[in-house]
Each structure stands twice: as structure tokens, then as C-alpha cells.
């Protein structure tokens, strides 16, 4: 059984060939634009290209009978229809919640007709590096709605659950809705990196405006975006969900471990 992984280079298509090797695939095919970068262990077979020029795409999908799609929105319903024509059999994605941005990958999957699983993540831990210049810097985090809740979850797990929907079967025509092990407030995390430089580091909750201001330096167009975000989930937190313990088999990677692992990003 063939499995190509597209995004390779991503930082959860990368982890998704490491978990495919650990659970025994023997036949894995990587789809990355930089091979050099991405690293790839030996034995995985590697084509150079790019979902987001799908010419390049014909050659990784040849004989390819599982595939995990890394979401992009402008050339996802090309590349799904090319993966059926390919004789794709099961496509496993990554998209978001229902409805949200994020909806027109799983459209563009089950257009297709090719059997899919959806995987829907919310926030990444990651996102946590957009207060990692503030924490060099010092030890006040400038925020906004330091209440507002959600439950993030690491790469590894989505990576994990992604393999396992790859291989196992079971799974076609379901989709997980995927978090992390539990639902922290945004001063909840700011303190939980805190605790894992060993530094004690205060929250400062800025009034929406200046949160917007704050955040157009990194996100420029999208800061409005965000910020609205996070007003919604002040007033309606996300709750955490048991999906990828009940799929993997072990508990998902909490923030504070998170967190630990990750200090250099912070200045640690």
C-alpha cells in the first residue's frame, strides 16, 4: 500500500510520515517542495513539489493508494479531483471546524467521490509563538480577552491521529473533530509558558482596540479578524474533547508539556 503525504515540509505533514514509519508503513511517499529542509528519513520516497501548483502533482500521486492532504483552499478541489483520477482510494485531510474557513476542504474532498476521513483541529499550540517576541523581550505579555478559552492541541497528536486513518480501517466517512486534553484561558497559557522558563510573567489584558493595534504588526489585515475570534470565545469557550486518546490509544500532549518542550521558542 502506497500512502503519499503532501506538505512533507509542513509542520504536521512531517511529523505525519515519521508516525506512518513507527507504525510499520513500508511504502511512503513524500510531496515536498523543499526536500533538504523537510529532512525526510531514508527510505521514504521523495517528489519535489507543490499542492499550490498542480502540475506538479501527477508524478507523486502514480500508484498511490492512501493520501494524507495538506489543507490548501485555491487548488484543493483540482488536486482532489486528480487524486481520484489517479485511483486514489482513501483521502485523509486537514481542514477546521464545520462550517468556518476552512469548509471548502472538506467540499472539495467529498466532491471527488473518493473515500475520506476529515480531521477538524482548532488551534494549534503553536499559534503560541505569537507571543514569543514579547517573552524575549521581557516578562509582560500584552493580550487581549484573557478569558476567552480553547483547547489546543500539538502537531504530534494531529499527526498521530492522521496515520492511524491512514492504516487502520474503520475510520472512512467519519470526521473527528480533534483538541487538546483541555480547555485553557489565554493568561492560563501565558502562565503555563511561564512555569517552563521558570520565570513568573503577567498578562496584560488590552482593550479591543489596542489588542487590535497590538496584533497588526504580526497579522496585519487579519488582526480585526483575530480579535473578533477571541471575543467570541470569551463569551463562548471552547470545550475539550476525547477524540485523540480514544484514537491513538494514549493521552493527548497537554500545553504545560508543550510548553516544556518547546522553551527555546521563548527564549528559554
Not at 110 to 133: I, K, Q, R, T
Request: contains cysteine; proline residues 5%; hydrophobic residues 45%.
Amino acid at each position: 500500500m502506497k500512502i503519499l503525504v503532501t506538505g512533507a515540509t509542513g509542520g504536521v505533514g512531517r511529523l505525519v510520515v515519521d508516525e506512518l514509519l513507527a507504525l510499520g508503513a513500508t511504502d511512503v511517499r513524500a510531496l515536498t517542495v523543499n526536500p533538504t529542509r523537510a529532512g525526510l528519513p531514508a527510505g521514504v520516497e521523495v517528489v519535489t513539489g507543490f499542492l499550490g501548483r498542480p502540475a506538479s502533482v501527477p508524478a507523486a500521486l502514480a500508484g498511490v493508494d492512501r493520501m494524507y492532504l495538506a489543507p490548501l483552499i485555491e487548488t484543493n478541489a483540482e488536486v482532489c479531483r486528480m487524486a481520484a483520477a489517479a485511483g486514489v482510494r482513501r483521502i485523509v485531510d486537514m481542514a477546521g471546524a464545520k462550517g468556518d474557513h476552512w469548509q471548502a476542504i472538506e467540499d472539495g474532498v467529498e466532491a471527488c467521490g473518493v473515500p475520506y476521513v476529515h480531521l477538524e483541529p482548532g488551534e494549534f499550540m503553536s499559534n503560541a509563538d505569537l507571543w514569543a517576541g514579547q517573552i524575549r523581550a521581557g516578562d509582560v505579555v500584552r493580550d487581549g480577552y484573557g478569558s476567552a478559552a480553547n483547547a489546543p492541541i500539538a502537531h504530534a497528536d494531529i499527526a498521530a491521529v492522521a496515520a492511524r486513518c491512514l492504516l487502520e480501517d474503520g475510520h472512512e466517512g467519519r470526521s473527528y473533530e480533534l483538541t487538546g486534553p483541555e480547555s485553557l484561558t489565554r493568561r492560563e497559557r501565558v502562565s503555563l509558558i511561564g512555569a517552563a522558563l521558570g520565570r513568573e510573567l503577567t498578562y496584560v489584558d488590552l482593550p479591543h482596540d489596542e489588542l487590535v493595534q497590538e496584533l497588526e504588526a504580526s497579522m496585519g489585515e487579519y488582526a480585526a479578524w483575530y480579535a473578533d475570534g477571541l471575543r467570541l470565545l470569551a463569551e463562548h469557550p471552547q470545550r475539550a474533547v476525547p477524540t485523540v486518546a480514544k484514537l491513538i490509544g494514549r493521552p493527548a500532549t497537554t500545553f504545560a508539556a508543550w510548553a516544556r518542550a518547546h522553551a527555546a521558542l521563548f527564549g528559554a
